[in-house]
């Protein structure tokens, strides 16, 4: 049962507007969240992260909220542009004592194109 | 700075060989994982270590070996390759996490394995 729930396998945006990435899960226990990019023939590519403490984390065009009520998360690219065009991967892990220290889960990902 | 680097970057086997996937890391990282990448399945952990010596299974571990007698080097052992096999395999890398530190996994660029 996956842990980690993308459930829009691809988005489509027009170049200079917002991209809104949404990612579930379902393990109370995760703490650590994580937006990693993927390009065509290359490896995942760490992006952007948050801790449960934190409901907004921001660098650049990228911004990730957290609501942990609802077990969600998002991650906002503003503006978009072209070179934004990749997969995107929600990953999820806990960092608390006495868990699997450093275990990622990872959702399956969303095609973002971006185009102009 | 090589980062994770992982050969081959292509393989094609025959149902029954074996053979390894070589990863290695100069980051001096202590954590180290494979995953492997399926369409519309995400990034499954395979297996991973939390330092030399010390190896455990993650969501997907049947039909590999992993071993991990120093630092560096993490290499994932298929013992006879079977068609469900074929899929792209990543090797990861990231510091120990602990607390609330931000501890991103470092990916290499894959290894496409076939198995006819």
């Known amino acids: 049962d996956q842990q980690v729930k993308q459930n829009s396998p691809s988005l489509s945006v027009q170049e200079g507007r917002i991209s809104i990435l949404n990612c579930d899960y379902t393990?109370?226990?995760?703490?650590?969240f994580l937006w990693y990019k993927k390009y065509p023939a290359e490896g995942p590519t760490f992006l952007i992260s948050i801790s449960s403490i934190k409901d907004k984390n921001e660098d650049g065009r990228f911004t990730v909220f957290l609501n942990k009520s609802a077990k969600h998360l998002s991650l906002h690219i503003v503006p978009s542009q072209p070179g934004d065009s990749a997969v995107y991967f929600c990953a999820a892990s806990s960092i608390r004592r006495g868990s699997t220290l450093g275990r990622l889960y990872f959702g399956r990902g969303t095609q973002l194109t971006v185009w102009p | 700075n090589a980062g994770v680097t992982q050969t081959p970057k292509f393989q094609v086997l025959k149902t029954g060989q074996s053979m390894t996937l070589q990863c290695a890391q100069d980051?001096?990282?202590?954590?180290m994982s494979w995953y492997r990448q399926d369409p519309g399945m995400g990034l499954r952990l395979i297996h991973y270590?939390?330092?030399?010596?010390?190896?455990d299974q993650g969501e997907v571990p049947n039909g590999y070996n992993v071993s991990r007698s120093t630092t560096e080097d993490f290499p994932l052992r298929l013992l006879s390759a079977a068609p469900s096999q074929t899929s792209v395999y990543f090797c990861a890398s990231s510091h120990r996490q602990g607390g609330l530190g931000n501890q991103p996994q470092h990916f290499g660029d894959g290894t496409r394995l076939s198995i006819l």
């Open positions: 270590s939390v330092g030399a010596g010390i190896t």
């Open positions: 980051m001096n990282h202590e954590y």
């Open positions: 393990n109370s226990m995760f703490d650590y």
